[in-house]
T-cell receptor, first 114, second 113 residues
């Protein structure tokens, strides 16, 4: 089945140690998103790619970076994780054509910072 | 800018009760509207959508109608089940907003047997 896959489901990292979260999609969607979701809150958009064009949200900390080497893969790099970066990180994709603008989500990666 | 406001939870209902979760939006263009559901420890799943005024989205007994005049997209279900317990997010996507999906704060629903 076509889908959005995030790896790993659970990630534990040390304070200040760089960590990379991965997302892949088989939907061939042109837009990929990274959201941060903290407990009992709405997902907060960090950035998104429209094809190869990177779009950063104004309030996304510089500590967060992203790479999209091809249509299928997108990575979230946290350069120096702090305790406040512990959260669920959600990858999503969308097609953005005609009426098909809904986002399809992966199962998320829960990041713990110790 | 675009925004979504939905009723605060948690909402606690008995099985077979009627559910309404209110959602209103602000958008500069003509957005598509969505309801997503999130079960514990999982990502978000699209529950239903509506892409233009007066459209009704429906799925699994849930319905919502796109009301442009009241800028609303309220979620309803006639008879909830214990398995409907989850967090529900109202959302919009507007191409004038850069192809982003904007979420409301979410409403947690508990259904008691």
């Amino acid at each position: 089945d076509a889908m959005v896959i995030q790896n790993p489901r659970y990630q534990v990292t040390q304070f200040g140690k760089p960590v990379t979260l991965s997302c892949s999609q088989t939907l061939n969607h042109n837009v990929m998103y990274w959201y941060q979701q903290k407990s009992s809150q709405a997902p907060k958009l960090l950035f998104h790619y429209y094809d190869k064009d990177f779009n950063n949200e104004a309030d996304t900390p510089d500590n967060f970076q992203s790479r999209r080497p091809n249509t299928s893969f997108c990575f979230l790099d946290i350069r120096s994780p702090g305790l406040g970066d512990a959260a669920m990180y959600l990858c999503a994709t969308s097609k953005q054509t005609g009426e098909n603008t809904e986002a399809f989500f992966g199962q998320g990666t829960r990041l713990t910072v110790v | 800018g675009n925004s979504v406001t939905q009723m605060e939870g948690p909402v606690t209902l008995s099985e077979e009760a009627f559910l309404t979760i209110n959602c209103t939006y602000t958008a500069t263009g003509y957005p598509s509207l969505f309801w997503y559901v999130q079960y514990p420890g999982e990502g978000l799943q699209l529950l239903l959508k509506a892409t233009k005024a007066d459209d009704k989205g429906s799925n699994k007994g849930f319905e919502a109608t796109y009301r442009k005049e009241t800028t609303s997209f309220h979620l309803e279900k006639g008879s909830v089940q214990v398995s409907d317990s989850a967090v529900y997010f109202c959302a919009l996507s507007d191409n004038t907003g850069g192809f982003k999906t904007i979420f409301g704060a979410g409403t947690r629903l508990f259904v008691k047997a």
